[in-house]
């Protein structure tokens, strides 16, 4: 296959991008986006010319590291996968790909399609944790839970913090991220006792890190690499307001419709 | 004069040592652990576990990664479970069992003290992880579920469906932003730790690169933890994440920590096979896969070219069933994976190339029916689908063995601690617990036990029992090491030949694979031993890293890993040649059983191999820590 690149370059963050130009030639089908990618940069590094410079680790989906917007979708045209999964036998041969960073306030470009996280690790630091120390934890079967909760539970710590929800959302909200770590440890009985505190904290402190507000478009949901769903925003929301409203965000004796 | 290597295993019972030993050791008052300052590389399961419970204790922590947050350690990768000796299942397990099968499934080259501590920590970690709302899988009746593993015959893994890993290091990661948000922990992300500052013979900080300013300064501290994974990465392909290096325990080692059993790495059996030239890693099917799926290929080569739909019964050869019938396809990782190597090399492996097996779930799941199956690797097979675009649910998954996880590591005591005094190694950056070969889903066992349990406590116990005099910015031994990165970045830089880093990687990728790789034999290692010193002086002539050191440089930051590999290959290739056994993943073709299985040698090599560095021209020293067995009898390891 032979594509041509439209891809954004920048030097640093302070400094003016635009998007420039290759030829992607001789890529296999079955190569990976990002092996596409070190194909095209090694050609570069072989004229002696800097190569791309993107995000990666694990290559497997897992890490979370990866993520750019791929003809202006987050991690590209494949539903549920993340740009590491993405395969080259999506495209057609002639395609031309853009290819972009993540936008958004909260994520100031580093360098090329490399952006600053650090945002969301905050939002984690504010409250997303259960305060327990290491050591005195009783037997792990001592507080039987419901599969049905530690499944859905599950389903929202899938989270891999990659950002592709803020960077797809229109208003760069970080809510879907904010509310699968909320609805994970809120669905669990070791949650509870600062469920609504930690609804608090973090709301708070996406509105500190420059976030946008949610208007529930939806477009996280659709760029989610997981698959999360938006039921965890409303699940934020509930108990975002009931704490809100009520002098018991300590007490943990919230009503769980 | 050879290093002095002692275990500091305590006197004992097995079962009483590490009682005794945390009432033995020194405490740090509380009220004085703000005043230590100690520094953790790594934000794994380990490194991430300790840091968080260093900081709750009171110790001023910095903890740095290489990756953007400490989230992305490659532990999250982790797929299958976590083992315990919880025995919630009432199939016979206990901590002596579980000790035992660790010890036999290492091919007895592992310290009985250290693996029995680690058996008797992993019920604490599982009650850990609940507590900190860990969302492991669950029966209907609310408790937690269980399944099996290799290399075990009781059922005692937990897990958190295909993703175990994830979600036990964002357990640690949670706890650690926990401790970063309340100013405990100072987290360095995007920083890489490129030497080991040694003052007066102990390890008192680390030289560091910010990968973004690519400012290179020295960071100091009362004690050092290095956390930072093992060293897979050296084969080029390999199931560990593409910034996975040996650079932190390398350059340790270039400062006086011994290397140990540099030659134990595990193969996985049940990768992705690999696809074509431009393959950038390998990507792992969880061994709990093996549960459910049965290993097989065509008993005749001619039928290889068929599709396996069309290859009937009675032609399809169960390998693994028919070569170990009591453990099937629940064979140990080393035994599972030379086991597909010899049917590929007979030619009768399936797939491009003839380097795969098939993984056959179709009995499963006529048995347990398909939504079943969905359930318990629902993920797994979506991953195969997205990667090889074939569906597992109707047709066999082809797959091959990876190189996985290393056993070796640097050389650590009962208390984690290297030779150096006062650098700790922890997780599959030290060689403790695995022996020979590592059973499935006891890296993560490891990789918790000595940051949340272990660490925390014997590192007091040196803080206390030493006095450690602040050491300056500007002490030569700190001025030198600076003085020593900053001039290798140059040097990388400066070269400006004419071959990619990544080619490099890949041709060093080649020798080890090909000599050092799941066969090994004396005339391959010297051909490697020879084809190594070449490739890194080439390397040094005619590498090319485009771009400035001041700035983001991810060619740059490849380069010095590669350069550390290219000199790691070949202390492995040197370990390898000196073990004339075969012991675990470490398989030599001059000693084997008369039916093809690993002979080992416990008269003349029952010890751990601790290379110690030599200076640049010359060879590694080798030192001597013999493994002393008090409860346990060796045996030769049988799964038949």
């Given at each position: 296959m032979q594509l041509t690149l439209k891809v954004w370059r920048q030097r640093g963050p302070d400094v003016e991008g635009g998007l420039e130009e290759y030829q992607a030639a001789d890529i296999s089908p079955e190569m990976s986006f990002l092996e596409m990618l070190d194909t095209v940069n090694e050609r570069l590094i072989e004229k002696g010319e800097v190569p791309i410079a993107f995000d990666h680790d694990c290559r497997e989906g897992i890490c979370g590291s990866c993520g750019m917007m791929i003809d202006g979708v987050a991690h590209g045209p494949m539903k549920g996968t993340a740009t590491c999964q993405l395969h080259m036998r999506t495209f057609k041969d002639g395609d031309t790909v853009v290819i972009e960073p993540w936008r958004a306030r909260a994520f100031p470009v580093i360098k090329d399609l490399v952006v600053d996280r650090g945002a969301l690790d905050r939002i984690i630091g504010a409250g997303g944790y259960v305060s327990v120390s290491t050591g005195g934890a009783k037997d792990g079967n001592i507080i039987p839970v419901p599969k049905l909760d530690a499944d859905r539970a599950m389903d929202a710590a899938a989270c891999i913090g990659c950002g592709a929800c803020v960077a797809a959302c229109l208003n760069g909200s970080a809510s879907l991220f904010t509310s699968a770590k909320l609805s994970h440890l809120g669905l669990l009985p070791q949650g509870q006792p600062e469920r609504y505190r930690r609804a608090l904290k973090m709301v708070a402190q996406m509105d500190i890190e420059s976030f946008g507000g949610c208007t529930l478009y939806g477009e996280c949901q659709e760029a989610c690499p997981k698959e999360i769903s938006i039921d965890f925003i409303s699940r934020m929301n509930r108990d975002f307001l009931y704490a809100a409203v009520t002098t018991s965000a300590e007490s943990g004796v919230g009503d769980d419709s | 004069m050879p290093l002095e290597l002692k275990s500091k295993v305590p006197a004992g019972p097995l079962p009483e040592k590490w009682d005794r030993h945390r009432f033995d050791m020194k405490l740090v008052n509380p009220s004085n652990k703000r005043k230590y300052t100690v520094i953790v590389v790594g934000s794994g399961l380990a490194g991430g576990a300790a840091a968080a419970t260093l900081s709750e204790l009171g110790y001023n922590v910095r903890c740095y990664c290489y990756q953007d947050s400490p989230r992305r350690a490659h532990s999250i990768a982790a797929q299958g479970g976590i083992n315990a000796a919880k025995n919630y299942q009432n199939d016979g397990d206990s901590v002596q069992r579980l000790f035992y099968d660790t010890i036999k499934g290492g091919d007895f080259r592992a310290r009985e003290g250290n693996v029995y501590r680690l058996a008797q920590i992993s019920m604490s970690i599982i009650d850990q992880c609940v507590a900190q709302g860990v969302p492991f899988a669950r029966e209907y009746g609310g408790l937690l579920a269980n399944r099996s593993f290799g290399g075990a015959?009781?059922?005692?893994?937990?897990?958190?469906?295909?993703?175990?890993?994830?979600?036990?290091?964002?357990?640690?990661?949670?706890?650690?932003?926990?401790?970063?948000?309340?100013?405990?922990?100072?987290?360095?992300?995007?920083?890489?730790?490129?030497?080991?500052?040694?003052?007066?013979?102990?390890?008192?900080?680390?030289?560091?690169?910010?990968?973004?300013?690519?400012?290179?300064?020295?960071?100091?501290?009362?004690?050092?933890?290095?956390?930072?994974?093992?060293?897979?990465?050296?084969?080029?392909?390999?199931?560990?994440?593409?910034?996975?290096?040996?650079?932190?325990?390398?350059?340790?080692?270039?400062?006086?920590?011994?290397?140990?059993?540099?030659?134990?790495?595990?193969?996985?059996?049940?990768?992705?096979?690999?696809?074509?030239?431009?393959?950038?890693?390998?990507?792992?099917?969880?061994?709990?896969?093996?549960?459910?799926?049965?290993?097989?290929?065509?008993?005749?080569?001619?039928?290889?070219?068929?599709?396996?739909?069309?290859?009937?019964?009675?032609?399809?050869?169960?390998?693994?069933?028919?070569?170990?019938?009591?453990?099937?396809?629940?064979?140990?990782?080393?035994?599972?994976?030379?086991?597909?190597?010899?049917?590929?090399?007979?030619?009768?492996?399936?797939?491009?190339?003839?380097?795969?097996?098939?993984?056959?779930f179709a009995d499963a799941i006529q048995r347990a029916g398909e939504d079943r199956i969905r359930e318990r690797y629902g993920n797994l097979f979506e991953m195969y689908q997205r990667i090889t675009d074939e569906n597992p649910y109707q047709v066999p998954m082809r797959i091959y063995p990876a190189v996985h996880y290393t056993m070796g590591g640097l050389w650590v005591d009962y208390n984690l601690m290297s030779n150096i005094p006062g650098l700790h190694v922890a997780g599959e950056a030290n060689f403790s617990d695995h022996g020979a070969n590592r059973l499935g889903a006891s890296a993560l066992m490891q990789g918790l036990a000595d940051g949340y349990f272990v660490l925390p406590n014997t590192l007091g116990d040196y803080l206390a029992s030493n006095k450690l005099e602040p050491v300056a910015t500007d002490a030569p031994e700190v001025v030198a090491a600076v003085a020593d990165v900053a001039t290798r970045t140059s040097r990388l830089l400066g070269v400006r030949g004419t071959r990619t880093v990544a080619s490099f990687h890949r041709e060093l990728g080649k020798i080890m694979w090909e000599y050092c790789g799941m066969a090994r034999s004396a005339e391959g290692l010297r051909t490697a031993l020879e084809l190594i010193p070449k490739l890194r002086a080439e390397f040094w002539r005619d590498v090319m890293v485009p771009g400035e050191g001041t700035e983001l440089n991810k060619t740059l930051e490849h380069a010095g890993r590669v350069a550390d590999f290219l000199e790691l290959g070949e202390l492995m290739c040197r370990d390898a040649l000196h073990r004339e056994e075969s012991c675990g993943g470490h398989f030599r073709l001059e000693h084997q059983t008369p039916d093809g299985e690993a002979r080992r040698d416990d008269d003349r090599f029952a010890y751990v191999a601790a290379w110690e560095y030599a200076g640049i021209d010359a060879p590694a020293v080798l030192n001597k820590e013999p493994l002393v067995y008090e409860n346990i009898k060796l045996s030769q390891r049988s799964y038949k």
């Open positions: - | 015959q009781v059922s005692r893994t937990f897990y958190a469906r295909g993703q175990t890993g994830q979600q036990l290091l964002l357990g640690a990661y949670q706890a650690l932003e926990k401790e970063i948000d309340r100013g405990g922990v100072t987290m360095f992300a995007r920083a890489e730790m490129l030497d080991l500052i040694v003052v007066n013979g102990r390890a008192r900080g680390i030289v560091v690169r910010d990968e973004i300013t690519g400012t290179i300064e020295p960071h100091l501290a009362d004690a050092v933890v290095l956390a930072t994974g093992g060293y897979g990465n050296v084969f080029y392909l390999s199931t560990n994440a593409k910034g996975c290096n040996a650079t932190a325990i390398w350059r340790a080692y270039k400062r006086g920590a011994a290397f140990a059993n540099p030659c134990f790495t595990q193969i996985h059996p049940t990768c992705i096979p690999v696809a074509g030239d431009y393959q950038s890693k390998l990507t792992l099917m969880s061994e709990s896969l093996r549960n459910d799926g049965r290993v097989w290929v065509p008993a005749r080569k001619d039928d290889c070219g068929k599709a396996p739909g069309d290859v009937a019964e009675a032609d399809r050869d169960y390998f693994l069933e028919r070569k170990y019938p009591s453990f099937g396809n629940l064979s140990p990782r080393d035994i599972a994976s030379r086991a597909a190597k010899e049917v590929c090399d007979e030619g009768r492996g399936v797939g491009p190339g003839g380097r795969g097996v098939y993984l056959d």
